[in-house]
Nanobody
Framework: QVQLVESGGGLVQPGGSLRLSCAAS????????VGWFRQAPGKEREGVSC????????YYTDSVTGRFTISRDAAKNTVYLQMNSLKPEDTAVYYC???????????????????WGQGTQVTVSS
C-alpha cells in the first residue's frame, strides 16, 4: 500500500519558517518526481513546487520563489519543503504528491499526480 505522509505544519508568525516533510512508504520516492501543492479555504489547489526524481531540476511558483526550497533525501525516502519568510497568504493545507516528471506548467496539474498525501495545515498569523 502506497502512502505519502506530510508533517511539519503548524502555526507560525509572519516572517517565520517551517519545514514540511513528505515521507513515503510502499514506493521508492526516488523513482518519482514530487510536487508540493497548497489549498486555502475557498480556493483551488495550487502547485507550489516540484523536484525531479534525480533532484537535478526544481520548480517554484512565482509567489514562493526565493522563500521556499524543495529538496529530497533518498536514504529517508522523504522530500522536504523549507519555507522561510512566511506570509499570511501562505496559509493553506499543504499536500505532497508523486508524478512522473517535473516540467514548467506540467507540475501544476493535479491530474498529473498519481499518489497524494493527506495534507498538513500551515497557518501564518500573528
Amino acid at each position: 500500500q502506497v502512502q505519502l505522509v506530510e508533517s511539519g505544519g503548524g502555526l507560525v508568525q509572519p516572517g517565520g519558517s517551517l519545514r514540511l516533510s513528505c515521507a513515503a512508504s510502499g514506493i521508492t520516492l526516488d523513482d518519482y518526481a514530487v510536487g508540493w501543492f497548497r489549498q486555502a479555504p475557498g480556493k483551488e489547489r495550487e502547485g507550489v513546487s516540484c523536484i525531479s526524481s534525480s533532484a537535478s531540476s526544481t520548480y517554484y511558483t512565482d509567489s514562493v520563489t526565493g522563500r521556499f526550497t524543495i529538496s529530497r533525501d533518498a536514504a529517508k525516502n522523504t522530500v522536504y519543503l523549507q519555507m522561510n519568510s512566511l506570509k499570511p497568504e501562505d496559509t493553506a493545507v499543504y499536500y505532497c504528491a508523486a508524478t512522473s516528471f517535473c516540467q514548467t506548467g506540467y507540475y501544476r496539474g493535479t491530474p498529473n499526480y498519481g499518489y497524494w498525501g493527506q495534507g498538513t495545515q500551515v497557518t501564518v498569523s500573528s
